[in-house]
């Protein structure tokens, strides 16, 4: 009684649910579930679930066949898969840079964004770079503006602050890493894929304040893939 | 004389029978029913209704003492993040093949595409020359070869594994490209690393993996420049939270 109250229960609408074993739609369907009989949503895994039957059995339901169960106040199941509506307005999102060029030297990063609406949201990246005069580090904190976020195409600016660290690779004089601050201001473009996947290409122009005679300036160009929920 | 007697005797049965009437079995025989019930209820209620129109206030209704339930939709658990590490051989360019570690974080994103992690360590050992020369090319320090790297992976041709006859796990191939760093003879070098590996999940929450991953970087730690390709091969184990 107890592991059924905390569980979800659905009821099929649909003439049957169909249960594959394994959560993919190139498992095989090994049984289904009547319309009408009650089943427990165990899990989620991507856009499975895993639901009991009355018998006892055990599979995988697609979110799309979930669709067609309803709640036990009537109300339709519902699971967000993403789609262009949810592309325009999230909460969050999160995203790699699998290709970057930090003034000269390839770069690895990683993002996440926080919305405080549909156009405007609070940005944070680590990156690595490693280049033939230096390697090093960056974290960036900022914020970006987006245009037209409803567009597929959606293009946008950015403004922040940040830390680079860096390491210089001399040979012959040893110089000490060095760790400072920096100032960027950048743009980019946005490309709705599908789902909840979207492309991000950027560049960012840096201004790194240094101790020395000039601050030196640094031009990024990143593009990677990035996914929102 | 007998027919006298007959009536005689017919004569005292229906005097006793008229004495009788109060016994149950003859009750109705001699018309002695109940009186119809009185119609009170009836009366009631005409009454009730004369004094409701007497002050005016409508007709008392049943007022439901039923609550209305609050049913809270119970959080569906997810399991698209997967952690877990591994053990396997990596083939260091030049510097032999040795035992490397590592873990692994994954998130699903959909049945098909996935991100991975993954941050792994190895001891690199001799090349030949200094085998063969002794003479030492690297520290000690130097010779640890640490690397990490993010890919998007990719499952492909799912299937089932069965173990004799009352048990099928799931299955699954994958590729996964990606970019990282490796820390290799005190430096620190972009690397690409690509691989294929399969993987059996003996319950929705436990995966085996095995693996192969190229870890491809460009090195000129010995003299020349050129594209160092570093075969890794493991086994892994990873848990789906």
């Known amino acids: 009684m107890r592991a059924a109250s905390q569980n979800l229960q659905v009821f ?4 049957y649910l169909e249960l594959h074993t394994g959560p993919g739609r190139g498992y095989p369907v090994f049984n289904v579930v009547d319309r009408d009989a009650a089943v427990d949503v165990l899990k989620r895994y991507t856009d499975w679930f895993k639901v009991r039957g009355p018998s006892g059995i055990e599979g995988w339901a697609s979110a799309h066949d979930m669709e067609q169960t309803v709640l036990a106040d009537g109300s339709h199941f519902h699971y967000d898969v993403g789609d262009m509506n949810a592309y325009t307005a999230h909460r969050f999102e999160a995203g790699a840079f699998f290709y970057g060029d930090f003034g000269g030297a390839s770069a690895v990063s990683l993002y996440g964004a926080v919305f405080a609406n549909p156009n405007l949201a609070a940005e944070l990246s680590i990156g690595e770079f490693l280049g033939k005069a230096s390697d090093g580090n960056s974290i960036d904190l900022g914020l970006a503006h987006i245009f037209y976020p409803q567009a597929r195409l959606a293009p946008f600016v950015m403004l922040g602050t940040g830390i680079v660290h860096t390491e210089p690779k001399a040979t012959l004089v040893q110089p000490s890493d060095r760790t400072e601050q920096s100032a960027y201001v950048g743009g980019g ?3 709705y894929l599908t789902r909840r996947f979207f492309l ?15 601050n ?4 990024e160009w990143k593009f990677g893939f990035a996914f929102f929920f | 004389m007998e027919i006298r007697l007959r009536i005689l005797l017919l004569t005292l049965l229906l005097g006793l029978a008229g004495g009788l009437s109060g016994c149950a079995t003859l009750r109705h025989l001699f018309g002695h029913d109940t009186p119809p019930p009185a119609t009170a209820p009836a009366d009631e209620g005409a009454s009730t209704d004369r004094s409701a129109a007497d002050d005016g206030t409508p007709p008392r209704v049943i007022e439901p003492e039923v609550e209305r339930r609050n049913v809270k939709v119970p959080r569906i658990k997810s399991q698209d993040i997967e952690v877990g590490g591994y053990l ?9 093949a040795h035992r490397v570690y590592g873990v ?16 792994g360590r190895s001891k690199g050992g001799y090349t030949s020359f200094e085998t063969l020369s002794s003479i030492q090319l690297l520290t000690d320090n130097e010779r640890w070869f640490k690397y990490y790297d993010m890919s998007v992976g990719y499952n492909f041709l799912p299937g089932e594994v069965f173990l004799g006859r009352n048990h099928a796990m799931t299955s699954s191939f994958y590729i996964l490209a990606g970019v990282g760093a490796t820390d290799f003879g005190g430096d620190s070098k972009f690397t690409g690393n690509f691989g294929a590996g399969y993987k059996v999940l003996p319950t929705d929450w436990l995966a085996v993996h095995v693996a192969v ?4 970087f460009n090195t000129d730690l010995l003299g020349v420049n050129k594209l160092a390709s570093n075969l890794e091969a493991h086994l892994g184990l990873t848990v789906f939270f």
């Open chain 1, 216 to 219: 030196q300036q640094v031009d």
């Open chain 1, 12 to 15: 099929v609408r649909a003439p």
């Open chain 1, 189 to 191: 473009l946005r490309y």
């Open chain 1, 200 to 214: 991000r290409g950027e560049y960012k122009e840096h201004i790194i304040f240094t101790n020395r005679n000039q």
């Open chain 2, 104 to 119: 692994q974080v994954g998130y699903h994103i959909t049945e098909d595409f996935f991100l991975q992690a993954e941050g």
């Open chain 2, 88 to 96: 396997g051989t990596l083939n260091i360019e030049d510097f032999g």
């Open chain 2, 213 to 216: 991953e190229d870890r491809v």
